[in-house]
């Protein structure tokens, strides 16, 4: 059932336009209306990270999409957003602007194995609705499968659709990420996909830091990711910056009790050291 009361940028309510793939969200990160396409309306993801808002995650990938579906949801979203009452009745107003289409949702969205297929959709629903260029086509993802050749795909499709991939990178250390992601995937082996997402498609690394316990992220976690940013100037690998974010929104996994947000100027500080260590940064709290 379709919701009707206003978005906020802390509701992001996979089911509020009682679709299965596309939903609605007011972005604090975007600053504008973001439309969402959630391959994984089946909770499932390859990590289990500790701060996950989706509840009810399972371990898994996506089910087969509905190619069908997905493009008459994202129509009609897009035509309420443009054409309807949409932007009046659901959003603030300093917020009502269409800003991207993203594909996040409630797991990774590279595990669905007609991601390519996807983006050609989008690609074709955002050239009919005079969008293409005009607005970005974001991915977020944990990057875990940006090295499959479909994945590497709809990347290179998607480069060419004013695309962006967020590409999660909440540590450079096995331990943390097996205690941040709850993967035991090789910090060695995700540096060269994100390498490789890079020179395919635009990409932004996607950082989330709180405190675990109480504690901030050791001395040792901070320079461990700052090796890594040094890193990738040296290789010449062409990230657009950082995109520093804190809990927004409460974790629906088993460790939320454990988790809490930092202060502001933490971020700040830590931001300040990935500048200093040669990329840009933007910090949403």
């Known amino acids: 059932?379709?919701?009707?009361?206003?978005?906020?940028?802390?509701?992001?309510?996979?089911?509020?336009?009682?679709?299965?793939?596309?939903?609605?969200?007011?972005?604090?990160?975007?600053?504008?209306?973001?439309?969402?396409?959630?391959?994984?309306?089946?909770?499932?993801?390859?990590?289990?990270?500790?701060?996950?808002?989706?509840?009810?995650?399972?371990?898994?990938?996506?089910?087969?999409i509905d190619l069908a579906q997905l493009e008459a949801?994202?129509?009609?979203?897009?035509?309420?957003?443009?054409?309807?009452?949409?932007?009046?009745?659901?959003?603030?107003?300093?917020?009502?602007?269409?800003?991207?289409?993203?594909?996040s949702g409630n797991g990774e969205p590279t595990s669905a194995k007609a991601f390519p297929q996807v983006i050609e959709l989008i690609g074709r629903v955002m050239a009919d609705f005079d969008l293409s260029g005009k607005i970005k086509l974001v991915l977020i993802t944990n990057g875990s499968l940006a090295d499959r050749p479909r994945v590497q795909q709809g990347l290179q499709k998607m480069a060419a659709l004013n695309?962006?991939?967020?590409?999660?990178?909440?540590?450079?250390?096995?331990?943390?990420?097996?205690?941040?992601?709850?993967?035991?995937?090789?910090?060695?082996?995700?540096?060269?996909?994100?390498?490789?997402?890079?020179?395919?498609?635009?990409?932004?690394?996607?950082?989330?830091v709180f405190a675990l316990d109480g504690a901030p992220p050791s001395a040792a976690e901070q320079d461990a990711y700052l090796a890594v940013v040094r890193q990738l100037g040296r290789e010449s690998i062409p990230l657009q910056?950082?995109?520093?974010?804190g809990l927004a929104r409460p974790s629906m996994q088993p460790q939320a009790s454990r988790l809490s947000t930092l202060p502001a100027e933490w971020l700040d500080a830590f931001a300040g050291k990935i500048r200093a260590a040669g990329l840009p940064v933007k910090v949403s709290l």
């Open 73 to 103: 949801e994202l129509r009609a979203m897009l035509a309420d957003i443009l054409h309807g009452d949409f932007m009046q009745t659901r959003v603030p107003g300093g917020a009502r602007r269409l800003n991207d289409i993203a594909l």
């Open 1 to 64: 059932m379709a919701r009707t009361s206003p978005l906020t940028p802390v509701d992001h309510d996979r089911d509020s336009a009682g679709m299965t793939y596309v939903y609605p969200v007011v972005s604090r990160r975007a600053g504008g209306v973001s439309v969402g396409v959630n391959l994984n309306p089946n909770n499932a993801c390859n990590w289990a990270c500790v701060y996950c808002q989706v509840p009810d995650l399972v371990r898994g990938t996506a089910p087969e």
């Open 163 to 208: 695309g962006e991939v967020w590409f999660k990178f909440d540590s450079a250390t096995a331990n943390g990420m097996r205690a941040i992601n709850q993967t035991r995937m090789s910090p060695d082996k995700q540096f060269e996909r994100l390498a490789g997402a890079a020179r395919l498609c635009p990409t932004w690394l996607q950082t989330c």
């Open 241 to 245: 910056g950082v995109l520093l974010y």
